[in-house]
């Protein structure tokens, strides 16, 4: 029976503009194409930080500067930005895979997922989005004339952020079940999902961003995967960053990893939600390793990677 693996990557990786992120998502379709040349089921999911940042800037300013143009709220940029990542992997997975002569579909499932109206993620913003960084007073202007909230990145300028709310129900499950085990690469859940919240009349689309992280465990968890792999920009999770006893891990047990998460050894909005979403995830008796895009194929051999195991 083959292996099912949940991979996970960040909306970072994919560029700042479509013609950018189409010549970056070259490498992710090349890393995919091998993991299923090994034999794997998978299953993808992306961040979208950057590009829902970068829809909903580009059409909320047409709706200020031009008559006629409509408001996009910020959930339909959400379900947009899944739309085009989503294309844009289908197109080079596919074409990975013809090279290879290797026969499957590979589907982008537009996919919901419900957020507690009450959540505290909603009073606390903190998902960066957009690809610009402003200075202080720009931020402040652009603040007072639109109500967005930014947050100082050091050495970098000012960063929009957003509410993040934790996942707590993939609406669209049984269709990326189905789709799964009918043998197609599906890539579910782009940017955590698009957050909605139950009301008396329907789902309804709030602002915010889901991280990524937190929704692929929870995804992996419910379609019983057997691995969540999360692929980012280092080759293994390290402690101490930065200093003189930044250490990489190879293997982070349990205890070890809640003791670490509790001295604060992962960055807010970098680090912390992998390491917590690995966490959740082994707890619940499935296996997680974080590493580099290029390392993928490797790291499923043991040779490279931070490896949870329950």
């Not at 959400?78 to 992997?89: D, K, N, P």
């Not at 959740?280 to 895009?293: E, K």
Request: net charge neutral; charged share 25%.
């Amino acid at each position: 029976m083959k292996q099912k693996i949940v991979v996970a990557f960040g909306g970072n990786a994919l560029g700042k503009t479509p013609q950018e992120q189409l010549k970056k998502v070259r490498n992710t379709a090349k890393a995919i194409a091998d993991l299923v040349e090994e034999g794997y089921e998978i299953i993808i999911t992306h961040g979208n930080g950057p590009q829902v940042g970068m829809i909903n800037e580009a059409m909320e300013y047409a709706a200020r500067h031009r008559e006629g143009i409509a408001f996009m709220p910020f959930a339909e940029c959400g379900a947009m930005s899944q739309g085009y990542i989503g294309y844009h992997l289908q197109q080079s997975i596919r074409r990975q895979l013809e090279k290879r002569g290797i026969e499957k579909g590979v589907v982008s499932v537009i996919t919901q997922v419900a957020v507690d109206q009450k959540d505290p993620g909603f009073q606390n913003f903190t998902k960066p989005v957009g690809n610009v960084w402003y200075t202080k007073e720009k931020a402040e202007a652009i603040a007072a004339e639109t109500g967005y909230v930014f947050r100082e990145e050091k050495g970098k300028g000012y960063r929009r952020v957003v509410p993040s709310p934790r996942p707590e129900e993939i609406i669209e499950l049984p269709i990326i079940k189905t789709l799964a085990e009918a043998g197609n690469i599906v890539i579910a859940a782009g940017g955590g999902g698009i957050p909605v919240v139950k009301t008396d009349h329907g789902i309804k689309g709030v602002a915010a961003v889901i991280d990524k992280d937190y929704t692929s465990s929870l995804l992996a968890k419910e379609l019983h995967a057997d691995l969540l792999m999360i692929l980012t920009n280092i080759e293994k999770v390290c402690i101490n960053y930065g200093t003189e006893q930044e250490e990489q891990l190879s293997k982070l047990s349990l205890p070890d990893a809640k003791k670490y998460l509790e001295e604060g050894q992962f960055g807010e909005g970098s680090m912390k939600p992998k390491v917590e979403a690995c966490l959740c995830f082994a707890q619940n008796g499935g296996s997680a390793v974080i590493t580099r895009l290029e390392c993928a194929r490797k790291a499923l051999k043991h040779r490279t990677g931070t490896w949870f195991e329950p």
